[in-house]
């Protein structure tokens, strides 16, 4: 019988791998707490509608890559793709739309049916945050400006670049639909066959087009810009600015778009040159209709959400395993004493692993390979002189020390 392997597309996270993916986590919590946003959780899978209205039933994501199963009831049921459509339902079943803006911080895995690749898993991980309920220029920047510390916070920042675009509001882009279309139009037997398709159902999906032969075509395409109202500009250039106070660098890219009708405004992505083509570590922007989607009022939404993997890849190097201090009892009579000091430790913060097996040697041996900072030796000498013998196992020194000056010592 061969051994059981972790299925196509997904992966264990042990030692090193763990330390990077939990400290991204924790690294992202922290810093969403400062800027005030609340941490929710999800159902991992949803009933399918919530992902096909948030989604859009023709794009790649609902017609190609979603794990959706039909449970014993016959329901259609579907592991959730992203975060953001799943937020939204949450803010209606809980009756939140009436306690409005809400900011909240999110972090789990997601689950679509893709090629496996550098970073891309079918299980995959990501930060999430949202602010939903407010329609200010100051909640764009302050939800970008909330990325880029995190970003700082992990050692990354250096490596990514702000692109900023604008999609403006509706009246902007339907009249950059219409331009998009003549111009395409007048390409049309030069598009890909998916591109054709596109311009048909969602003309601005061909900006963003990966086919080599379109993005030669999308290059010479018009901008949003000459179809702006002023106030999609004045709201542009407010964003623009409140970026300035904030700090954060940012360059412009036309070429930002985003292909569902109800994102307006804000698009905009962090990317680094250091992951090939997998370049997007974190990207976000502006909608509106998502709430009114799951039964809400209207409620204009701001967020972003960043792949755990690329972040953990763009580290330099993984958080140290934590330290710890070896308990190595030493003769039977020694267990119980042992056991004391670890919880007593513990009590004051420290970390603690009792020995259990072999002898002395072994012991030590194992507290070395686990990188144990310093191991406490205790028999029944000293335990008849409340003492142990406390060993740093990075210098090798080794002294008796009392009991009750363990916590101090070791802090």
């Known amino acids: 019988m061969s051994t059981p392997q972790p299925v196509?597309?997904?992966?264990?996270?042990?030692?090193?791998?763990?330390r990077r993916h939990f400290h991204?986590?924790?690294?992202?919590?922290?810093?969403?707490?400062?800027?005030?946003?609340?941490?929710?959780?999800?159902?991992?899978?949803?009933?399918?509608?919530?992902?096909?209205?948030?989604?859009?039933?023709?794009?790649?994501?609902v017609t190609k890559e979603m794990y959706t199963f039909t449970d014993r009831g016959g329901d259609s049921l579907t592991l959730r793709p992203e975060a953001t459509a799943g937020v939204c339902r949450a803010l209606v079943s809980n009756g939140l739309t009436q306690s409005l803006p809400q900011k909240i911080f999110y972090?789990?895995?997601?689950?679509?049916?893709?090629?496996?690749?550098?970073?891309?898993?079918?299980?995959?991980?990501?930060?999430?945050?949202?602010?939903?309920?407010?329609?200010?220029?100051?909640?764009?920047?302050?939800?970008?400006?909330?990325?880029?510390?995190?970003?700082?916070?992990?050692?990354?920042?250096?490596?990514?670049?702000?692109?900023?675009?604008?999609?403006?509001d509706k009246t902007s882009r339907d009249a950059y639909r219409a331009a998009l279309v003549s111009y395409f139009l007048g390409h049309k037997d030069e598009l890909s066959e998916d591109s054709i398709a596109r311009l048909e159902r969602n003309p601005l999906r061909v900006v963003d087009s990966k086919d080599e032969g379109d993005r030669r075509i999308v290059a010479h395409a018009p901008t949003i810009d000459g179809c702006l109202t002023e106030p999609a500009y004045a709201f542009f250039e407010k964003l623009q600015e409140h970026l300035a106070r904030f700090g954060v660098p940012f360059r412009r890219n036309p070429r930002i778009v985003r292909g569902l009708d109800y994102y307006s405004h804000t698009a905009f992505e962090f990317v680094t040159t250091r992951l090939g083509a997998q370049g997007t570590v974190m990207g976000g922007g502006r909608y509106e209709g998502l709430v009114e989607e799951m039964g809400g009022p209207h409620t204009p939404c701001i967020g972003w959400a960043?792949?755990?993997?690329?972040?953990?890849?763009?580290?330099?190097?993984?958080?140290?395993?934590?330290?710890?201090v070896a308990i190595i009892p030493v003769g039977d009579a020694a267990e119980a004493a042992a056991l004391d000091i670890a919880q007593s430790l513990r009590a004051a913060g420290i970390r603690a692993e009792m020995a259990y097996r072999g002898n002395l040697k072994r012991r030590m041996e194992r507290a070395n390979r686990t990188?144990?900072?310093?191991?406490?030796?205790?028999?029944?000498?000293?335990?008849?002189?409340?003492?142990?013998?406390?060993?740093?196992?990075?210098?090798?020194?080794?002294?008796?020390?009392?009991?009750?000056?363990l916590v101090r010592r070791l802090k």
């Open 24 to 61: 991204v986590i924790e690294t992202a919590r922290r810093v969403a707490a400062l800027y005030g946003y609340d941490e929710w959780s999800t159902p991992i899978f949803e009933e399918t509608g919530v992902f096909a209205r948030g989604l859009g039933d023709t794009s790649d994501v």
């Open 8 to 18: 196509r597309g997904t992966r264990d996270l042990i030692g090193e791998e763990a």
């Open 306 to 324: 960043a792949g755990i993997e690329r972040l953990s890849m763009l580290m330099a190097a993984a958080p140290p395993a934590p330290a710890s």
């Open 371 to 405: 990188g144990a900072r310093a191991a406490i030796i205790l028999g029944e000498s000293e335990i008849a002189g409340g003492l142990v013998q406390l060993k740093d196992l990075v210098s090798g020194e080794q002294a008796a020390v009392p009991v009750a000056e």
């Open 107 to 168: 972090a789990g895995p997601m689950f679509r049916y893709e090629r496996p690749q550098k970073g891309r898993y079918r299980q995959f991980h990501q930060i999430d945050i949202e602010v939903l309920g407010s329609d200010s220029p100051l909640a764009d920047a302050e939800v970008i400006a909330c990325g880029w510390h995190i970003l700082q916070e992990l050692g990354v920042a250096q490596d990514t670049v702000l692109e900023l675009n604008t999609l403006g």
